[in-house]
Every structure is written in structure tokens, then in C-alpha cells.
């Protein structure tokens, strides 16, 4: 009886250890900071403090399947623009920053995302019941700036990508070495299969950038329409 435990024991081990040759999970930390200074003064003064920016980025597109691999919140604490960034490596850790975002927004009335009613709201919902969470409260209205951007502009522009807007009503354009959205799956993916921490870093700039351009965008669209 003693040695059949101590096989399924070994057969265990077994099953769950990484396969040979593997390199550990890279670890990312948080990131919370005050973005003041890459903002001027009057996005923060026109900014609501019942408002919060959301951007996500994740292992796949396909929310039964994939992970949310980084949450990006921006919003209004007093006088100061305040981003943070919160990594999940796997599924516990999904499930704590879920959490950890569910306990969030409870304070806000309004999320402001770019094709949140697309892809990042209808993804975190999915990822909510897989983890047998709440999640999102029906208080808390979404604001889908690609919807306005779209019916104001399909027509004028080439497309109505974020970095389009970006260029078109803030006359901001990214830089050269900007990582596109589109390959943070994939590098989030290697990540998770031990890939260096220089790998995922100009994907977290580029989520801290998305995030900071909402507030921009928000603003300047806000204007169009009440001079229309």
C-alpha cells in the first residue's frame, strides 16, 4: 500500500514538472505611477474622478482560451493622473488582478476604453465567469471612443485606429520603435516560458501610452461635439 502511494506520488511529480530544459515564468511587477508630466495640466483639470481608463492586453484573443496578461487602469486621484499596470502569469494570478479590477471599479461610474465594447469589456466578462466572479457592476457605463471616432470619421480617414486618432486629433504621432498591440500575445506567450523582461517592456510602454492618449482623446471628442 506504502509504495502504491509513493508511485502515484512520483507519477505526480511527474506530470507537473516543467519539461526538460525549461526556463522559469519571467516575473513582471506592477507598475503605479503619477504621469503628470506626460500630460498638460488641462487634461488633468477636464478629467472626472469618476472616470477610469481601461486598456487590456492578453495571450489571445479568444477569452475562453486566453489569459488577461496585463490590465492597464489610468484615472483621476486629487490633482494627479494616476497609471498602474497589473501582470498575471497564470490563471491564480488572472484570477487575483480580476479581483483586485472588480474591487476598482465599484468606485467609478464610467469606463472609458478604445474598442471596449468589442474586445477588452466582452473579454474581462468571460474571463469574470471562468473564475465564477460578479464582475462588472451594470452602474458602471462604458464609453467606447472607437464608436464616436468611427461615426465621426470612417468616412475622412484611412482607418480609425487608436494611432490614427491619436495623429488626427491630438497631432501626436507614435514613435518609430512603437510595438503594435497586435504582437502582444505572442510575446506574452513567451513570457510565460521564461523570455527576458526586455522582451515584454516596449509592450508595457505601449499600454501606458494607449491608456494616456483615452484622456487626450476623450477630451478632444468631447469638444467636437459640443461644437457641433
Not at 176 to 202: K, Y
Request: with cysteine; proline share 5%; glycine share 8%.
Amino acid at each position: 500500500m506504502k509504495g502504491d502511494r509513493l508511485n502515484r506520488l512520483r507519477r505526480s511529480l511527474r506530470k507537473s514538472a516543467p519539461p526538460s530544459g525549461a526556463r522559469p515564468a519571467t516575473m513582471v511587477a506592477d507598475y503605479d505611477g503619477i504621469v503628470d508630466g506626460q500630460v498638460g495640466r488641462q487634461w488633468i483639470e477636464q478629467t472626472p474622478d469618476d472616470v477610469i481608463f481601461l486598456d487590456l492586453e492578453t495571450t489571445g484573443l479568444r477569452a475562453d482560451r486566453s489569459l488577461t496578461s496585463l490590465i492597464g487602469i489610468l484615472y483621476r486621484q486629487q490633482d494627479s493622473l494616476r497609471l498602474e499596470q497589473w501582470y498575471s502569469g497564470d490563471a491564480a494570478a488572472e484570477r487575483r488582478q480580476l479581483e483586485r479590477l472588480q474591487r476598482l471599479l465599484e468606485r467609478f461610474n464610467r469606463v472609458v476604453t478604445y474598442n471596449g465594447n468589442g474586445f477588452d469589456l466582452p473579454f474581462l466578462r468571460c474571463r469574470w465567469r471562468w473564475h465564477q466572479l460578479a464582475g462588472i457592476s451594470d452602474g458602471c457605463e462604458s464609453l467606447d471612443l472607437l464608436v464616436d471616432v468611427r461615426r465621426r470619421y470612417r468616412k475622412e480617414w484611412p482607418n480609425c485606429r487608436l494611432t490614427t486618432a491619436e495623429e488626427r486629433l491630438l497631432g501626436i504621432p507614435r514613435c518609430s520603435g512603437d510595438v503594435p498591440g497586435s504582437e502582444a500575445p505572442l510575446r506574452f506567450q513567451d513570457m510565460r516560458e521564461g523570455a527576458p523582461l526586455s522582451l515584454i517592456e516596449p509592450v508595457l510602454l505601449h499600454n501606458r501610452r494607449d491608456l494616456i492618449s483615452l484622456v487626450g482623446l476623450r477630451i478632444e471628442l468631447l469638444k467636437v461635439t459640443i461644437e457641433s
